[in-house]
Structure formats: C-alpha cells, structure tokens
C-alpha cells in the first residue's frame, strides 16, 4: 500500500513538472482591443493573456484567465452573488489570435517580455502548476482580480523585486471612473446601471497598480515598468509585435441616453404636478408607481450591499434618492403619524444631497438627478395635499 501510494506521489509531482525551456523561449503579454457597441458586455474593456514560444521545444500557447462557464450549475444566482468562479486556460496560440481577427475583428498586439531564463523557467513551472484541474480555479474580482490583474500578481510574484512599476497617470483615476471611460459611449445605459450598482469602494483612487485590472492600463503599465537584471536596471519590454489590425469600431452615440430620458421624466412629472394643483385632482396612483420603483431599486441596492460577495458594491450612497422605505411605505400614506415625518427626511436628505454633490465621496451619475428633482416634486406635492388625497386611488 506504500508503495502504491509512492507512485502515485511520484506520478502527480512528474506530471505537474513543467517541461525545461530552451534559451530561444520568449514569454508575451498578449493584449485584445476593446470590442464594438454591439458586442457582448465583457468585451468592451479588452482582453489580455500570456503567451510562451518556444521553437525549439515546438510550445506556442497561451495562458487565458478570463474564462468561465455558462453551463454552470446556478450561473445567473453566482453571477449576481458574485461568486461565479473563473478558470485559467491554455490554447493553441494561432486559432486564439484567428478567432479574434476574423470572429470578432480585434486587434492584438504582443509585448516581448524582458525576463531572465531562470524568470521564464519559474513562470512556465507557476502556469503549469496552474492549470491543474485543482488550480484553475480562482475567485474572480473585477476589479482586484480579473484576467489582466491575476497577470500582472504572476509575474510580480515571480520576478519579485526586480519588478519595478513607474508612476503615470492611472493614479489619478478611480476605479469608477476608468469604467465609465470605456463604457459611457459605447454602453451608456449599462454604465448608468454598473455606476448605480458599485458603491465608495468604487470611488479609491486606483494607483499604479491597480488601474492595470484593464488590459489596455496593463500594456501601458508595461511598456513603462522596469526590471534589473544583474544589478543592472532595464526595460521589462523588449519589443512589441501586432499579430492583427484593424480599424477600431465606431460608436454610435444615441440620443436617449440615461440623463436624456430622465430629464424628458422630470419634466412630464413637474407639468403632471402643475395640473393636478390647477384641477384639484389629487390621487396618488402615480405615486404609488413612482415610489414603490424608487424604494425596490433601494432594497436592490441594498441587497448587493449585504447579500452580495462582488467587493465593490458595498457603501452604496444611491440608497438615499432610491429609499428602500419608500416600498411599501407609499401605499400606507394615510398614517400621517407615520408617513410624514418619513417623507421629510426624505426631502431634506436628498436636498442635502444636491446641495453637496460636487463634493460627495460616491460618484453618482448624473441623470439621477433629474429623478431626485421629480421625487423632491411629489414629496411636495403630498406633504401640501395631506388632507384631501383619495386614499384609495
């Protein structure tokens, strides 16, 4: 029994041994375009893998650790949980550059990595440790620990010290605010959601490091790191090769965008209020709409907060105009006892709001305040009316 337990020690030790490179191996950080307005969600922040030749050896594959499944058990609850798991692949190199130059008409361009053979040695033994089956798996963070930044921890682990990053001007961005430089043209009402979902933890300013959670921020990253060698400090890119190019898509920009619609709503609930204060008609059925959608969007927010493992959409400051109070409230607004004291530190709070939103810790978009404006007019409206609303309408 010893000795079959020997074997099958020995077994998975050579098995998980990575083959020696020869002196001709060049490792890669292969970085893909953004993808167009049209294209699937993930694509518009790029992508990025490793890539390893070595002609002697007969290697050219590449290191992918952006995957997951959509055929996993419970995927859409994981996904909204935040706790869908991704996996690191390996391909073929050519089909991976061919499938993205004529299935999804992406550039990528490779830049040659300055790392010693001993470097290049202990990254291909970290990557086929890696991709065992009881490795691959790791717990994906968009912004901490996605397919560009668990790339740049590898190799940071692996050439330790010598790895030198420069400052540059990532460090002045948040990390909300580099998601709504690639999405707000391209993805405007997906960008309204993401940028309503995340809350302060959204709002640190990225540094150096951690704006490269973005393929593009870790090519730039790159192209200005340094690395030593032998005492001697040099430039960690030795070159740069474009495997593919092609024209970056056009971005249609719409005229209805978030800000837009709900401005068009602000306006038809001021013009709604006018009349119903000209013509006496004081139901409040509308309210009950408008409000029970404002306090689920609340208890939406709040259930990231809470019940949620993303990371980044705790502290979420949009509870404040999306009240979670609001639903069921609205619909028990003729217990003034109750109800109007709710609805005047509803008002004064998200006065407040407005009052300081230049300075606020959250970036909240925009287009919210258009709604803040027509909650602000209803409230108003309710507090005046009090006394003669037809409760049951």
């Not at 049209?38 to 490793?50: F, N, P, R, S």
């Not at 309503?196 to 933890?201: Q, R």
């Not at 920009?253 to 204060?277: D, E, N, R």
């Not at 109750?338 to 287009?367: E, F, R």
Request: proline share 5%; net charge positive.
């Amino acid at each position: 029994m010893k000795k079959l337990l020997l074997f099958i020690w020995l077994v998975a030790a050579f098995g998980s041994q990575a083959q020696q490179l020869s002196k001709e191996a060049k490792f890669g950080l292969v970085t893909v375009s953004t993808g167009s307005s049209e294209d699937a969600i993930y694509q518009i922040w790029g992508h990025t893998v490793l890539h390893l030749n070595d002609p002697i050896n007969g290697i050219n594959e590449c290191y992918d650790y952006g995957t997951f499944s959509f055929d996993q058990p419970g995927f859409i609850v994981k996904f909204l949980r935040g706790t869908l798991p991704y996996q690191m692949a390996k391909y073929d190199f050519q089909p991976f550059i061919d499938h993205y130059k004529y299935k999804e008409n992406r550039s990528a361009s490779e830049q040659i990595l300055n790392l010693s053979e001993q470097q290049k040695q202990d990254l291909h033994q970290f990557l086929t440790n890696n991709y065992l089956p009881e490795n691959r798996e790791y717990k994906y963070r968009f912004f901490y620990y996605n397919c560009a930044s668990r790339i740049r921890d590898i190799l940071q682990q692996v050439c330790k010290d010598s790895l030198q990053f420069s400052p540059t001007l990532h460090a002045d961005s948040t990390y909300r605010q580099w998601i709504d430089k690639y999405a707000s043209k391209k993805k405007p009402w997906m960008n309204f959601g993401m940028s309503l979902a995340i809350g302060l933890p959204s709002d640190e300013k990225t540094k150096e490091s951690g704006a490269m959670f973005l393929p593009e921020n870790l090519s730039v990253g790159f192209d200005s790191a340094s690395i030593v060698h032998g005492g001697v400090k040099q430039p960690f890119v030795l070159g740069r090769i474009q495997h593919t190019s092609v024209d970056p898509p056009s971005v249609s920009s719409s005229v209805f965008s978030p800000f837009v619609v709900f401005s068009l709503l602000f306006g038809l609930v001021a013009i709604y209020t006018f009349w119903q204060m000209k013509s006496g008609h004081k139901k409040l059925l509308f309210d009950k709409i408008f409000f029970s959608l404002l306090g689920i969007a609340g208890w939406f927010f709040l259930g990231l907060w809470f019940l949620t493992d993303h990371g980044v959409t705790e502290k979420n400051m949009n509870v404040i105009w999306a009240f979670p109070i609001m639903f069921p409230m609205i619909f028990f607004v003729k217990k003034p006892s109750v109800t109007k004291p709710l609805l005047w530190m509803y008002a004064l709070i998200n006065l407040g709001l407005l009052h300081a939103w230049g300075i606020k810790p959250q970036g909240i978009p925009l287009a919210v305040i258009p709604i803040i404006l027509a909650a602000l007019i209803r409230v108003a409206f309710i507090l005046k009316n009090y006394n003669g609303f037809k409760y049951n309408s």
